[in-house]
């Protein structure tokens, strides 16, 4: 089993390293290379995901992904931003799947901006198509309008589009987990507005046909935001395209409490996937050896079950990490009173002590 450790910038290093800690002492054997991606890959190399970065994640069963950016960069040429790394990878090994739990720890429920009663017990799956829609549509770009509104004016443009294949896998995807779950998906579209979500509707309904024993629902993305924060836990397999799914997903995670617990992972035909925390590189706390390592220590549980085929380590990884919140230790992100405030290298050394 070999992985490609990708740290990144920011808070990357940090949690990546408690990700590690705890992949080693499962007594399996890996074979865990690492190299550099984003902002750092940039100032060694020139590139944010150089030739030898993208070798090794192609080589590797799995990715484990810190985070990537930091303000610095915003002012390069933007394939040249730390960001651009995540967008290659997700191309050029095929990712186009992309898993979001949203679970709601019980000892955490007083970390949500919700009310305890809305989010005790929340555990939903958010399944993003990560390879289509207007992020990747062709044609894209700046012009002179010559109809519209403001003919004459410069405008910008880019282009929404699904074929039948892409949503077919992703409908495939998610019917495939509802069967190990409780059996409900919502799809969620805009087809009262757009076209391409019209034939996602359909493409998703034809699908679902293979899939009796699943019940499907079809939600209008509008609508979705709003149930997301009014009745959550009504919710178990969300589907949806890449743009909404961006934007759910988020909101979903905000559910919970804090970013810094949430896994995430991204996955292609093969199995293969890149497992990474659900937030970014957090610049704000880079260095202050504050972050919280759970959501990454998490990601590597999630790399274990679905790339790597070690159900039972991922287990047992997932209670640690439940065994260390009922001992109380809090990260600043997801500290209150009564609990006790520990850094992140403290936090990854609980983890590995929980399991045994
Ligand atoms: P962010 O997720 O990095 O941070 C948002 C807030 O959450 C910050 O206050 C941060 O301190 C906090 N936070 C995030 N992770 C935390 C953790 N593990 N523990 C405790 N607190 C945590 O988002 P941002 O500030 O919008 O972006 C910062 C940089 O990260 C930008 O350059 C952005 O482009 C990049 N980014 C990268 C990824 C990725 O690598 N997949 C995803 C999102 C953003």
Redesign the pocket.
């Known amino acids: 089993m070999k992985i490609a450790v990708l740290p990144?910038d920011?808070?990357?290093t940090e949690?990546v390293a408690e990700a590690v800690k705890v992949l080693n002492v499962l007594g399996l054997k890996f074979e865990m290379e690492q190299a550099l991606v984003?902002g750092a890959a940039y100032e060694a190399h020139g590139h944010p995901l150089p030739d030898s970065t993208l070798k090794l994640a192609k080589e590797a069963d799995a990715v484990l992904?810190?985070?990537?950016?930091?303000?610095k960069?915003d002012k390069l040429d933007r394939p040249l931003r730390?960001?651009q790394a995540?967008l290659g990878l997700r191309k050029n090994l095929g990712l186009f799947a992309n898993f979001r739990p949203a679970i709601c720890y019980e000892q955490l429920v007083g970390a949500s901006s919700l009310k305890p009663e809305l989010i005790a017990g929340l555990d939903i799956l958010i399944i993003r198509e990560l390879t289509g829609d207007i992020y990747f549509g062709q044609p894209r770009g700046r012009r002179v309008a010559t109809d519209g509104h403001f003919p004459g004016a410069e405008e910008a443009f880019d282009t929404m589009r699904y074929s039948k294949p892409e949503i077919e896998r992703i409908a495939h995807v998610a019917f495939q987990a509802a069967r190990k779950r409780s059996k409900k998906v919502t799809s969620v579209d805009k087809a009262n507005v757009l076209e391409t979500f019209q034939f996602w509707k359909d493409v998703v309904t034809e699908v679902h046909a293979q899939y009796p024993d699943v019940e499907l629902q079809h939600m209008y993305v509008d609508n979705a935001a709003m149930q997301l924060v009014k009745a959550p836990k009504a919710f178990d397999v969300v589907v949806t395209g890449n743009m909404f799914g961006d934007i759910l997903s988020d909101e979903a995670s905000m559910l919970t409490g804090?970013?810094?617990m949430l896994p995430s992972a991204s996955l292609n035909t093969k199995n293969q996937g890149l497992y990474?925390?659900s937030?970014?590189?957090?610049?704000?706390?880079a260095g202050k050896g504050?972050?919280?390592?759970l959501?990454t220590i998490l990601s590597a549980a999630m790399m274990l079950r679905f790339s790597l085929n070690q159900p039972d380590a991922a287990d047992r990884i997932e209670a640690a990490v439940k065994k260390v919140l009922t001992q109380g230790l809090r990260?600043?992100?997801i500290y209150s009173e009564g609990t006790t405030r520990v850094g992140t290298r403290e936090m990854g050394e609980a983890v590995v002590k929980a399991l045994g």
């Open positions: 990144g920011g808070i990357g949690i984003g992904f810190g985070a990537v950016g930091d303000w960069y730390p960001e995540i804090s970013i810094g990474e925390p937030h970014g590189s957090a610049p704000d706390i504050v972050a919280n390592p959501a990260t600043p992100d």
